[in-house]
T-cell receptor, first 110, second 113 residues
């Protein structure tokens, strides 16, 4: 069945350091979405990538979609304490449903 | 515009009891779904619906029933609660189609003792 793996599971960084989380799918995806969940909160949509090799930026966040549309990454430059939370990728093989990765929990040490 | 509303926020059940988690959205979304979130396992899809009268199973449907009698509502029913169903449950909705984002409710924390 559909599997979306995400690494690392946890990441502790000093404030100001960079952070990257990686997402890999067992099958080709029609699109990949990224969500952020603050502690005690619910997942909130960040961005969607659709095209092979696509790169999108949101301020300090850079998102990439692999050429084969089976992997993706999220890179945060110069982390801040407001970046704390769990980042999930979610992929769709083409149907309505999103299959979520296991998430990367980011802790930022001031 | 309230978005996706889930009730209750917290619930404690005894093993064998049944209950319904309510979910309503006011965005006229065709797609609605239920996920459960357990530590280290991300979000797993329980059931989903692409419109009124249409429901289907996700990754982990056993022990749960759903119905979609209206566009707005998508309740999740636990038939006979088990400790393994202790989890955080999220309802989500969105426009139908794989390239549409989904919007989550605030979650329902369920403990089965």
């Amino acid at each position: 069945g559909q599997q979306v793996m995400q690494i690392p599971q946890y990441q502790h960084v000093q404030e100001g350091e960079d952070f990257t989380t990686y997402c890999n799918s067992s099958t080709t995806l029609s699109n990949i979405q990224w969500y952020k969940q603050r502690p005690g909160g619910h997942p909130v949509f960040l961005i969607q990538l659709v095209k092979s090799g696509e790169v999108k930026k949101q301020k300090r966040l850079t998102f990439q979609f692999g050429e084969a549309k089976k992997n993706s990454s999220l890179h945060i430059t110069a982390t801040q304490t407001t970046d704390v939370g769990t980042y999930f990728c979610a992929g769709s093989p083409g149907a309505n449903n999103l299959f979520f990765g296991t998430g990367t929990r980011l802790t930022v040490i001031p | 515009n309230a978005g996706v509303t889930q009730t209750p926020k917290f619930q404690v059940l005894k093993t064998g009891q049944s209950m319904t988690l309510q979910c309503a959205q006011d965005m006229n979304h065709e797609y609605m779904s239920w996920y459960r979130q357990d530590p280290g396992m991300g979000l797993r899809l329980i059931h989903y619906s692409v419109g009124a009268g249409i429901t289907d199973q996700g990754e982990v449907p056993n022990g749960y029933n759903v119905s979609r009698s209206t566009t707005e509502d998508f309740p999740l029913r636990l038939l006979s609660a088990a400790p393994s169903q202790t989890s955080v449950y999220f309802c989500a909705s969105g426009l139908a189609g794989p390239e549409n984002t989904i919007y989550f409710g605030e979650g329902s924390w369920l403990t089965v003792v």
